[in-house]
């Protein structure tokens, strides 16, 4: 009676799973169990990689096509030369290093305190909702219409006097 149910279910197994792949030892303990076929081999790393490599590839292909000669390359020389420049006209540079520093530093805690709000398990997901809804309302309020993009645009332009001082 056993082995016409081990059979049942071994004939069972071979339909649903398919033909079995030969096996070199059989061994002469029975098992209940029907033996499965092996598993589907993910895909490998090189293939992985060779999407990578394509897709990169891609990438260089699109700068290339949208760039053209006529833009004009910043030496780094230049560029140190300027910002040595810049930093011997200053006048208060402790203020300007304490600028950077107290920066520095509020980025730093801002990046705590949002890795602590992270960590609470619901806060997240309404943090989002409240950035969608806000991202929603600036749209609207700012973006949508030409009138609002005209008083955005001049906002912006005395938020940029204000900052460098011309006002």
């Known amino acids: ?9 071994s004939t069972m197994a071979a339909v649903v799973l398919g033909p079995r792949l030969p096996t070199t030892s059989k061994s002469s303990c029975c098992s209940a169990l029907p033996s499965l076929r092996p598993r589907a081999i993910a895909p490998s790393f090189s293939t992985s990689f060779k999407h990578f490599t394509e ?4 990438s260089l292909h699109q700068i290339r096509a949208s760039s053209s000669e006529e833009t004009p390359t910043a030496d780094v020389g230049e560029v140190f030369e300027d910002l040595k420049g810049k930093w011997d006209a200053l006048e208060n540079k402790s203020t ?3 600028y950077g520093g ?6 730093w805690l801002s990046s705590i305190v949002v890795g602590a709000i992270n960590s609470v398990p619901l806060l997240p997901k309404i943090m989002e909702f409240v ?4 991202t929603g309302w600036f749209v609207y309020r700012y973006l949508l219409f030409k009138s609002s993009r005209k008083e955005l645009a001049t906002d912006i332009e005395t938020l940029k006097k204000k900052i460098a001082g011309t006002e």
């Open 1 to 9: 009676m056993a082995t016409t149910s081990y059979a049942g279910a």
């Open 102 to 107: 107290g920066s520095i530093v509020a980025v």
């Open 55 to 58: 897709a990169r590839k891609f």
């Open 131 to 134: 950035g969608l809804g806000y």
């Open 96 to 98: 300007v290093l304490l």
